[in-house]
């Protein structure tokens, strides 16, 4: 059975709530930049400066990441957040940082992303786990953009899984220690290298090294025979990297429309509800809270790992 995908709309906040039902939970992270512009292309500059922020951001925050990619347009990360705060502050200061680092470097003086990122638990099960983690690596060859997941010229952990590597470097710049200092932004005497780890995902924990990195070549090979083929079926082929390079990055896709975001991911109809009905129950403990708070009860309970809202607006009284 394909991967079950459902939609619920809750007309009482304004924001979608985040929601991880387990803590240590898989999340796949998506953001995307604003209007679908090439903000993020490729390029030895941007790399250099979004690995440098993702690693700084990682030892900050001691998130735990399996496998990321930046496209020219959105990301796609998948991580273990053990909280929803600890999640948030990660990705606050990722999307921060690589957002003034992207706008220098493309003299962008608008917001870079869209929106707020958007997360979905995937379920614990081996085959949701494996379909999440072929997805991303798909990312750049389901586009048409590169003939493998290897090829792709931007930030990508492809070819470092592939090659058995856990580490990425990068490059991330104290702006305040240079600005204090009277400096120019690009001097590297304010800047150090940043170092990404990678862990295996759950299900290839307990596998040896060499088990791991199979696994990861194997899936590589299968993306690059299905790419190949439907490009023989299509008498078509990828726009190829130079293209890619070439992108002005203020430029927008034509009839931009991404698809909705689905709120879990899991294989079966049984493993989504249950997530589903986790998530509608603590929804529901979350919304009973904030009616409590709003009525004037200072004392009340909040569901675990949950931020209250802001307290109401009281009048000041008349003098």
């Keep these: 059975?394909?991967?079950?995908?459902?939609?619920?709309?809750?007309?009482?906040?304004?924001?979608?709530?985040?929601?991880?039902?387990?803590?240590?939970?898989?999340?796949?992270i998506t953001a995307r930049t604003i209007h679908g512009r090439y903000l993020l292309r490729p390029s030895p500059v941007v790399n250099e400066l979004v690995l440098g922020?993702?690693?700084?951001?990682?030892?900050?925050?001691?998130?735990?990441?399996?496998?990321?990619?930046?496209?020219?347009?959105?990301?796609?990360?998948?991580?273990k957040a053990?909280?929803?705060?600890?999640?948030?502050?990660?990705?606050g200061?990722?999307?921060?940082?690589?957002?003034?680092?992207?706008?220098?470097?493309?003299?962008?003086?608008?917001?870079?992303w869209a929106r707020r990122y958007h997360h979905a638990p995937v379920k614990d099960d081996e085959a949701?786990?494996?379909?999440?983690?072929?997805?991303?690596?798909?990312?750049?060859?389901?586009?048409?953009?590169?003939?493998?997941?290897?090829?792709?010229?931007?930030?990508?952990?492809?070819?470092?899984?592939?090659?058995g590597q856990r580490e990425l470097t990068g490059r991330w710049f104290?702006?305040?220690?240079?600005?204090?200092?009277?400096?120019?932004?690009?001097?590297r005497e304010f800047s150090s290298v940043e170092t990404v780890r990678l862990s295996p995902m759950p299900f290839l924990a307990d596998r040896s090294a060499a088990d791991q990195q199979r696994f990861v070549i194997d899936s590589v090979r299968q993306i690059e025979e299905e790419t190949a083929e439907r490009h023989r079926a299509n008498g078509s082929r990828p726009i190829g990297a130079r293209l890619?390079?070439?992108?002005?990055?203020?430029?927008?896709?034509?009839?931009?429309?991404?698809?909705?975001?689905?709120?879990?991911?899991?294989?079966?109809r049984?493993?989504?509800?249950?997530?589903?009905?986790?998530?509608?129950?603590?929804?529901?403990?979350?919304?009973?809270?904030?009616?409590?708070?709003?009525a004037g009860e200072r004392d009340v309970e909040f569901p675990h790992d949950c931020f209250p809202p802001g307290l109401p607006f009281v009048e000041p009284a008349p003098t």
């Design 244 to 268: 890619v390079n070439s992108q002005r990055p203020h430029a927008a896709p034509k009839n931009f429309t991404p698809s909705p975001a689905p709120r879990f991911h899991a294989s079966n």
């Design 53 to 79: 922020v993702v690693g700084r951001a990682q030892a900050k925050y001691d998130m735990v990441l399996f496998a990321f990619v930046f496209m020219s347009n959105h990301m796609h990360l998948l991580a």
């Design 82 to 91: 053990e909280s929803v705060q600890q999640m948030s502050l990660f990705m």
């Design 128 to 163: 949701d786990q494996i379909s999440r983690f072929r997805y991303l690596l798909k990312n750049g060859c389901k586009e048409d953009l590169v003939a493998s997941p290897l090829d792709w010229p931007g930030v990508t952990t492809a070819s470092a899984l592939h090659n």
């Design 93 to 112: 200061f990722a999307l921060g940082n690589i957002a003034r680092e992207v706008g220098v470097v493309h003299q962008w003086r608008q917001k870079i």
């Design 174 to 187: 104290d702006r305040t220690a240079a600005y204090r200092a009277g400096r120019p932004r690009g001097d």
């Design 1 to 28: 059975m394909g991967e079950v995908r459902a939609f619920v709309v809750l007309s009482f906040v304004g924001r979608e709530p985040r929601f991880i039902e387990t803590p240590g939970r898989v999340v796949e």
């Design 270 to 294: 049984k493993a989504y509800q249950e997530l589903l009905e986790a998530r509608r129950n603590k929804v529901a403990a979350y919304r009973w809270a904030a009616e409590r708070l709003k």
